[in-house]
């Protein structure tokens, strides 16, 4: 057995373990991290890339009383004082720090929050994204860096997720502006490919995963890839380190001030959402595409020490519809539904041919409108419908718009498709005339701009992701003449909501409500102070950043008092 010590362990290499790694060598910590996958970047990697953070450096006009304001609006009883306190006390100061010391680099977005006619939302300014980035900076780890969900890009190319870029793509085939922006992307996109064999140009949360592993490597951290974690040391009620597996060997990792758990949540441990996911209760499926090792580890090993995953929140994880995509060989990718379901002509509907919601609200709103719709069904699942003309402009789910084929996706059964509704219908497995009287129904108002029945367009949210030459509802179109189209929609997530009970600056709590000695938990093993509801873009990589950038100060003495929600008033 091999025996390293430091000061920290961080285990998971995402944004909430690089996010405390970073700062507690700031400070003056000798720190190491490990890492279960081939791969740094965990969820990070795969995500949008967008923090929340009100009050942040690059917006403009918020105040901390709106902000805290709509955040007990939208979590509720969940309302968590003090965990609040501090992320709207150190959210802004953890971007400047970013931004000052390490080569993290954010810019903004125009996202306005998800609710933002609730009380304290804003139309905007709370929602940053991480700056592109060029990944031959990270050098031969350049090969370790997670690559993006493979579902979301185009041969290998990543879009940003502000609406600026991907408007170019939308508009290639009516823009000459659009074409000549699209022409040089994908030109460089091949000669990166010809040189490198992947995209070197990365954005999203790609360019944040990026990022953090380029400053860490500034820093001279040591980052174990394909270290998985197996048990944690404990002596004399301290944690103490952990037991790992490195190369085929047992790594011994003696931790002087602590341990921290970034595990990545437990969207695979397939036991504990058997538990806490209500349609995986009442027998559905779930499809998550988060990486497959976040299979609650750090859960498991906190709990050997006397902690609790309590399920409690509104919502257990972060609802995401996504669509199954066959990859051959009887292999699946799920493809998040993030931006068809905003767009004028694109309803969803039950088995019953219904539609349920308005299908212009985020991800998790859908999710969840999706989950309570299907309350009495064994299945949770919606299907996706449009008319050709609508496919043509803006695709369908992992179908891309014209001039791109669709022979391929129809043939694999991806893609449904019908002359008549009627004859979609049976090829969907869905009622025929609920179907057609739905689209009646909505074409009613349809014509006029106007969702009579669940008023999509009727925020800016909604609005923000639709097509601006639609009017007068950029959300809305009649469906029109055929052939029609659908994608089969079930339930994925972005990660969990519910997690291990912490203090606010991360000390793992056990079932007494008492600081487990030496053991720490960030990002997606940590519970979140959002309760189980999605206020806008970035509501998880914001808080993860900014409590990891809080633990790595606590761990390295900075901030020590900050245990209350008093105490954190104070400091504000």
């Not at 206020?535 to 100060?553: E, Q, S």
């Amino acid at each position: 057995m091999t025996t390293r010590t430091c000061d920290v362990l961080v285990i998971g290499a995402g944004a909430g373990g690089l996010s405390t790694a970073i700062t507690a060598k700031k400070h003056g910590l000798d720190v190491i991290v490990i890492e279960k996958d081939d791969c740094f970047g965990g969820t990070t990697a795969f995500s949008g890339g967008v923090l929340w953070v009100p009050g942040n450096p690059l917006g403009n006009g918020d105040t901390t009383e709106a902000a805290r304001t709509y955040l007990r609006n939208e979590t509720g009883a969940c309302y968590d004082d003090a965990g609040v306190e501090a992320f709207l006390r150190y959210g802004p100061q953890m971007v400047e720090f970013f931004q000052r010391e390490t080569a993290v680099s954010f810019v903004p977005t125009l996202y306005p929050d998800y609710h933002p006619q609730v009380e304290g939302g804003v139309d905007g300014g709370r929602s940053i994204l991480a700056a592109p980035f060029d990944i031959r900076a990270l050098g031969a780890d350049m090969a370790r860096l997670r690559p993006p969900l493979k579902t979301i890009t185009f041969i290998g190319m990543m879009f940003n997720s502000s609406n600026a870029d991907l408007k170019h793509f939308f508009n290639v085939t009516r823009s000459l502006t659009s074409f000549v922006y699209v022409a040089k992307r994908l030109l460089t996109h091949l000669k990166e490919l010809a040189l490198y064999r992947r995209g070197t140009q990365v954005t999203s949360g790609n360019a944040l995963a990026a990022r953090l592993v380029k400053s860490a490597q500034d820093l001279g951290i040591p980052m174990l890839t394909g270290t998985p974690a197996k048990q944690l040391l404990e002596d004399k009620g301290r944690v103490r380190g952990a037991l790992a597996s490195h190369g085929g060997q047992e790594l011994r990792i003696e931790a002087r001030r602590g341990v921290v758990l970034a595990c990545g949540g437990f969207s695979h441990d397939l036991q504990r959402i058997r538990q806490a996911y209500p349609h995986l209760r009442r027998g559905g499926e779930h499809f998550s595409p988060v990486p497959s090792s976040n299979t609650g580890d750090g859960a498991r090993m906190a709990e050997a020490l006397g902690a609790k995953v309590d399920i409690r929140l509104q919502a257990a994880a972060a609802w995401m519809p996504v669509s199954k995509v066959p990859m051959g060989g009887g292999r699946e990718v799920a493809f998040p539904h993030l931006l068809d379901r905003y767009k004028p002509g694109v309803i969803g509907v039950l088995r019953s041919g219904r539609r349920f919601t308005n299908e212009s609200e985020s991800y998790h709103d859908v999710g969840a409108a999706m989950i309570e719709a299907c309350a009495d069904s064994k299945e949770t699942a919606m299907w996706l419908v449009c008319d050709r003309r609508t496919l043509a402009k803006y695709g369908l789910g992992y179908a891309k718009p014209a001039p791109m084929p669709l022979s391929p996706l129809l043939r694999n059964g991806y893609l449904l498709k019908g002359d008549t509704l009627a004859e979609l219908a049976r090829n969907a497995g869905i009622d025929a005339q609920g179907l057609e009287q739905t689209v009646r129904d909505y074409n009613l108002g349809a014509r006029q701009g106007q969702d009579l029945q669940f008023g999509r367009g009727s925020t800016r949210f909604n609005r923000y992701l639709a097509d601006p030459a639609q009017q007068p509802n950029p959300c809305v179109a009649p469906i029109g003449e055929g052939p029609y189209y659908a994608v089969k929609v079930v339930m994925g997530d972005l990660g969990t909501f519910d997690g291990l009970r912490t203090s606010v600056v991360g000390e793992v709590l056990d079932a007494n409500q008492q600081a487990i000695d030496g053991l720490y938990a960030v990002g997606n093993d940590r519970a979140s102070i959002m309760g189980g509801n999605y206020p806008g873009a970035g509501i998880t990589l914001g808080p993860i950043m900014t409590f990891g950038y809080i633990t790595g100060r606590h761990l390295a003495g900075v901030d020590q008092g900050l245990d209350s929600a008093a105490q954190a008033r104070e400091v504000a």
